[in-house]
T-cell receptor, first 112, second 113 residues
Framework: GENVEQHPSTLSVQEGDSAVIKCTYS??????FPWYKQELGKRPQLIID?????GEKKDQRIAVTLNKTAKHFSLHITETQPEDSAVYFC???????????FGAGTILRVKS | EAQVTQNPRYLITVTGKKLTVTCSQN?????MSWYRQDPGLGLRQIYY???????DKGDVPEGYKVSRKEKRNFPLILESPSPNQTSLYFC????????????FGPGTRLTVL
């Protein structure tokens, strides 16, 4: 089955700097790669996603890149702000959309 | 308001006492899932359902049961809870298809003594 590895497990950045979180997946049939943000005590919420036929997607300060050949995808957050502090999860979705496999999560701390 | 709800939100119980965590969604989603979240392990899928009366095991199904008698409801049953099932549980739902957003419930924090 699918296996998703996520790095780093914790990341501290200074406010205004960029943050990059990387994930690799094992199943070449996966074709949907969402990123979720979970604030303390809250539920995970989708922040951006990318499909396998797209190499990059941006939404204001966040962007995701996908390299299907290498089977890895990354989340980029620019101009980080304290409210970006949270746990971020990547996930990989299969061909039939019935299963999302999540990475272990990255704790992002933005220091002001 | 479109949402996924779970009850109870917090539960402390004792080993062996059967419990059910309810999950309901009002978005007419076909797919529903249960996850458990443990520190350093991320979100691990327990069971999922692709539609009414269609359920399948996820990655960590041992000790859990589910049912999907109605499209909106997907209860999680722990027949004989054990301390290693102490965790934060999330129900989630999404529309059928590969690219649709998955919505999570608010979570249920379960402690088994």
């Amino acid at each position: 089955g699918e296996n998703v590895e996520q790095h780093p497990s914790t990341l501290s950045v200074q406010e205004g700097d960029s943050a990059v979180i990387k994930c690799t997946y094992s199943d070449s049939a996966s074709n949907y790669f969402p990123w979720y943000k979970q604030e303390l005590g809250k539920r995970p919420q989708l922040i951006i996603d990318i499909r396998s036929n797209v190499g990059e997607k941006k939404d204001q300060r966040i962007a995701v890149t996908l390299n299907k050949t290498a089977k890895h995808f990354s989340l980029h957050i620019t101009e980080t702000q304290p409210e970006d502090s949270a746990v971020y999860f990547c996930a990989a979705g299969g061909q039939y959309g019935n299963k999302l496999v999540f990475g272990a999560g990255t704790i992002l701390r933005v220091k002001s | 308001e479109a949402q996924v709800t779970q009850n109870p939100r917090y539960l402390i119980t004792v080993t062996g006492k059967k419990l059910t965590v309810t999950c309901s969604q009002n978005m007419n989603h076909e797919y529903m899932s249960w996850y458990r979240q443990d520190p350093g392990l991320g979100l691990r899928q327990i069971y999922y359902s692709m539609n009414v009366e269609v359920t399948d095991k996820g990655d960590v199904p041992e000790g859990y049961k589910v049912s999907r008698k109605e499209k909106r409801n997907f209860p999680l049953i722990l027949e004989s809870p054990s301390p290693n099932q102490t965790s934060l549980y999330f129900c989630a739902s999404r529309r059928a298809g590969s690219y649709n957003e998955q919505f999570f419930g608010p979570g249920t924090r379960l402690t088994v003594l």
